[in-house]
């Protein structure tokens, strides 16, 4: 008897101290380079967003017209997520690096990262032609979060 409660109490404190889901790239998707729109390596993109959603899979980060460099068209388009507690860092970035000198506008790019929590808020570090400041958000079921993308480019 001593024996089959110790079991049950054991199993009760694993569950009770089972971690969070882990935070993690569902997918990443993105629309490639726009070919007819090359622009040189000095002109910046415009009318650029940012927009965090929620949907069953996760938070949705969509960037619109971001402007990557043209090595997007060989060596493709990549994204990194790691996280710790509340805070999510997000990298988009040439996967090649940045070695030709024009840029691509890109018209689209969607992240989705799981293992978010209802309900809690959450920082996001976001980089892609450069760094962001920090974004603040609570993840719930009615975010649509529209931010302007060049005011939040450091």
Do not use: W
Request: with cysteine; hydrophobic share 35%.
């Amino acid at each position: 008897m001593k024996r089959i409660i110790l079991i049950l109490f054991s199993a009760t404190i694993l569950l009770a101290c089972s971690k969070e889901t882990a935070v993690e790239l569902v997918s990443f998707t993105d629309t490639g380079c726009d070919r007819n729109s090359l622009v040189p390596d000095t002109k910046a993109g415009s009318d650029s967003q940012l927009i965090l959603s929620y949907s069953d899979e996760g938070l949705v980060i969509t960037r619109t017209n971001a402007m990557l460099n043209c090595s997007i068209s060989q060596g493709g388009i990549s994204c990194d997520v790691s996280s710790e507690e509340n805070v999510i860092e997000c990298h988009v970035y040439e996967t090649q690096g940045k070695t030709l000198k024009c840029m691509c506008p890109v018209k689209n790019m969607t992240t989705t990262v799981g293992g978010l929590r209802l309900n809690k808020e959450y920082v996001l570090y976001y980089s892609c032609d450069g760094d962001f400041a920090p974004i603040s958000f609570t993840y719930s079921k009615n975010l649509n979060m529209v931010l302007d993308a060049d005011l939040y480019k450091l």
